[in-house]
């Protein structure tokens, strides 16, 4: 006879592996979660993700004449380095006279299952739509337009403009909107519909699943604001805005998600007979930033970002400025000299203001204040954040 030897149940393998399968059904943000740069880059150095980015020079006229014997490298490549931050945990004990007296409704299969519609996946897209709206707010492409059945497609054909003079193919795009937002592009006069009326049944679909080739996703209002609080769970931040609208490539988006640790422990003495289940994931979401157009948000109301500002003195009324940040591809640092802090606002057209010197210096005549600001040149100067400093001269 045989013997059957028993090998441990590796719950964990199984569990991640439902839970893959669960994304597409029950994210809204499948497509960030299981784009093709989330599974490309992985943390390699503990919390570090880097991402390894190339640029190169442009062709020029063959000399069909004459070989100089010159070459040069033509190409540079940088790593965006980004940390990991949403290490999170969940564990709970199940006694064994619950699940017998609840007919096996209280197991961990169910609880787990419960906690993954309800709080885990609703938790990380919660986290993505705050993250893509600042992604958005950071780079300078949030706009403020009060959506109306009136303007919604006219509003919308300016974004999808937008998108494809940055030279994103509009067939990547995807767009997240809020169900308000969602009945107006149903209301929308224009909106072409095509009904199948071969089939004998009288159905009436009044579905938008995409407009001009852009796929449209129905987000519920509470999972698209600007500010979370992810202490426990994920609540709504006191001061969020409402998102109404992202549009994004995923091609611009990394969403990385780890798994370490997902184990059941049978009753022991340890645990008073009960059933202890843990499990312990990481995940975070963040932008490219060559590709940070790929990310545009309507928001009500935005709001200008801030940045520090420094004056020290320099040669004879000269003053070295410098800011906190670095820009991103299409975006610039732009300044202005006068005695008062100027008022910004976002989205101000700043195309009157003088580029900041690499070096941050300027020349002072009687100008007391200094303010820089952050502008998008891919929409012009259209402005982001803005700071100022009392002016320190040199003499």
């Known amino acids: 006879m045989q013997n059957f030897n028993q090998t441990p149940l590796n719950y964990a393998v199984d569990y991640a592996r439902e839970l893959a399968n669960a994304y597409p059904y029950l994210s809204y943000f499948s497509e960030i979660w299981a ?15 880097m991402i390894p980015s190339m640029t190169t020079s442009g062709a020029r006229a063959v000399n069909r004449d004459k070989i100089d014997g010159v070459f040069n490298r033509n190409f540079n490549n940088e790593y965006q380095a980004v940390t990991m931050s949403m290490d999170r945990e969940w564990d709970t004990l199940v006694d064994p006279m619950d699940i017998q007296e609840t007919n096996q ?5 169910n609880i787990t299952k419960t906690f993954n519609e309800f709080q885990k ?9 705050s993250h893509l709206a600042g992604f958005a707010q950071s780079f300078g492409t949030v706009d403020n337009t009060t959506l109306s059945v009136k303007n919604i497609l006219a509003t919308w054909d300016g974004y999808l403009a937008y998108m494809v003079n940055q030279r994103i193919n509009r067939d990547r795009l995807v767009a997240y909107m809020t169900p308000n937002v969602y009945k107006m592009l149903k209301e929308a006069a224009g909106i072409t519909r095509f009904i199948d009326a071969g089939t ?5 679909d009044r579905n938008v ?12 209002s509470d999972m698209m604001k600007t500010i979370y609080d992810f202490t426990v769970g994920w609540t709504v931040g006191g001061s969020a805005q409402q998102i109404n609208l992202l549009l994004v490539d995923p091609m611009a988006i990394i969403a990385p998600i780890v798994y370490e640790t997902s184990m059941i422990s049978a009753p022991t003495a340890q ?4 059933w202890l289940y843990y499990e312990r994931y990481y995940y975070d979401v963040f932008a490219l930033n060559k590709r940070r157009c790929g990310v545009l948000a309507n928001i009500s109301e935005p709001v200008l970002g801030t940045l520090n500002v420094t004056s020290v003195a320099g040669t004879a009324n000269e003053t070295v400025l410098s800011v906190d940040v670095k820009p991103f591809l299409g975006q610039k640092l732009v300044y202005q000299l006068n005695s008062a802090d100027p008022s910004v606002t976002y989205g101000q057209d700043l195309s009157s203001w003088k ?17 820089v600001a952050l502008i998008n040149t891919t929409k012009g100067a259209f402005a982001v ?5 009392t002016i320190v001269k040199g003499s």
């Open 35 to 49: 784009g093709p740069n989330s599974q490309k880059y992985k943390p390699v150095n503990g919390k570090t993700v």
């Open 355 to 371: 580029d900041l010197p690499a070096n941050g210096t300027v020349t002072v005549d009687s100008q007391t204040n200094a303010t």
């Open 209 to 220: 699943g995409k407009l001009d080739g852009v796929v449209i996703k129905e987000v519920p």
């Open 105 to 109: 409704v209280v197991t961990i299969a």
């Open 200 to 204: 004998g049944i009288r159905n009436i």
């Open 121 to 129: 996946i609703p938790e990380m897209d919660a986290y993505a739509a």
């Open 385 to 389: 954040a803005a700071g100022n400093a």
């Open 271 to 274: 645990s008073k007979g009960k």
